[in-house]
């Protein structure tokens, strides 16, 4: 028996420990409710920014694939897409650098370079394409100075070698 708010209870053992579990399971599936109620927006967020990024992935492989095979119109079409799902990533601004160049469009080419120096990701990779740049506009100067601090950060490169090689002669 159980006093339970000025009440009497009397019942077996057997009786009792099933309605203790039916108590318990019953809280614990109103945690589990609450819990899902109160992290649902959480786990919306991260499910719509997987999905984004999944996409932004996906824009970024097809222009990846239209780049090689020049197809200019679908490389943009693409890199622009990729661009807005995947924000600023230091992949996307090389991308841009490089559908610049392969347009023929060396001031915004430059400009994502410009960008790319600026993140230790991508650097090597502007640094290049600033050599390449000012190889090609006879500006030999301050192509060298890239080509210096590349071949500073990565001796091994048998390419930087040969550029400096032609810079100084």
């Not at 120096?117 to 090597?124: A, F, G, H, I, V």
Request: hydrophobic share 45%.
């Amino acid at each position: 028996s159980v006093e339970w708010f000025g009440y009497r209870i009397e019942t077996s053992l057997s009786v009792f420990l099933t309605i203790l579990s039916l108590v318990l399971v019953t809280l614990m599936t109103l945690v589990l409710v609450v819990r899902s109620i109160i992290g649902a927006p959480s786990a919306m967020r991260t499910h719509n920014q997987t999905k984004r990024q999944q996409s932004g992935l996906t824009a970024l492989t097809h222009a990846m694939a239209a780049l090689a095979i020049s197809d200019l119109r679908a490389a943009e079409k693409y890199t622009t897409k990729a661009t807005s799902l995947l924000g600023g990533a230091p992949i996307t601004t090389l991308l841009s650098a490089q559908l610049a160049h392969a347009k023929g469009d060396i001031k915004t080419a430059r400009h994502c370079l410009d960008l790319m120096l600026k993140s230790p990701e991508t650097r090597p990779v502007a640094l290049r394409g600033m050599i390449e740049q000012a190889v090609g506009e006879k500006r030999c100067d301050q192509g060298a100075e890239y080509a210096t601090e590349a071949w500073e950060k990565q001796p091994q490169d048998r390419g930087l070698a040969l550029v400096l090689i032609d810079l100084y002669s």
